[in-house]
C-alpha cells in the first residue's frame, strides 16, 4: 500500500514512523451522494511533528489542516452496519438544531481499531458549510 511507505521509512530521512489511530478517511460526494473521490488520512506521530520527514513515493503527502472546532459524532462498530450510513443523517440533525449547516459534498470517517483485528469501531464526522479543508 502507497501509506505504508512511510511506517516502512522510505522517507527522506528513512526514518520509520508508525500508525496512528485514528485513521481518517475523507469522501467527496456528488449532489446524489454518491462517492466521487476519496482519501485515507494518517495524523503524523507527535515526535515527528514539527519536522515530519517527506515521502519518496509522489502519491503520498503531508498536509496540515487548519484547527477545527471538534464536535464528536455518532460512533458504529462496523462500516458494513446497515446504520452506518444513517448516522451521518443523525449527526447532521442534530447539528441543525444548533444551527451548524454542514457541507452536503463531504463525509468523514474515523477508525479506532487497527485493520484485522476484527469489528472497526467507526465515527462519522460531518465538515461545518464554512471550513474548507
Known amino acids: ?11 527522506t530521512r528513512g526514518e520509520k514512523m508508525p500508525y496512528t489511530v485514528p ?10 451522494s454518491k462517492v466521487l473521490r476519496a482519501r485515507m488520512c494518517f495524523y503524523i506521530p507527535a515526535a515527528f511533528q514539527s519536522d515530519p520527514p517527506a515521502s519518496t513515493n509522489k502519491q ?6 487548519k484547527k477545527i472546532k471538534y464536535i464528536p459524532g455518532h460512533t458504529v462498530e462496523y462500516r ?4 452506518f450510513l444513517k448516522q451521518f443523517d443523525i449527526l447532521k440533525t442534530a447539528l441543525k438544531r444548533d444551527n451548524i449547516t454542514t457541507r ?12 484485522g483485528f476484527g469489528r472497526q469501531r467507526m465515527e462519522v464526522i460531518l465538515v461545518d458549510d464554512n471550513y474548507d479543508i
Open 60 to 65: 503520498v503527502r503531508i498536509q496540515e489542516w
Open 104 to 115: 452536503a459534498d463531504m463525509r468523514i470517517t474515523a477508525g479506532y481499531t487497527h485493520h
Open 23 to 32: 485513521i481518517v478517511n475523507r469522501w467527496w460526494l456528488d449532489q446524489n
Open 80 to 83: 458494513q452496519d446497515p446504520e
Open 1 to 11: 500500500a502507497v501509506v505504508s511507505t512511510q511506517s516502512t521509512g522510505n522517507n
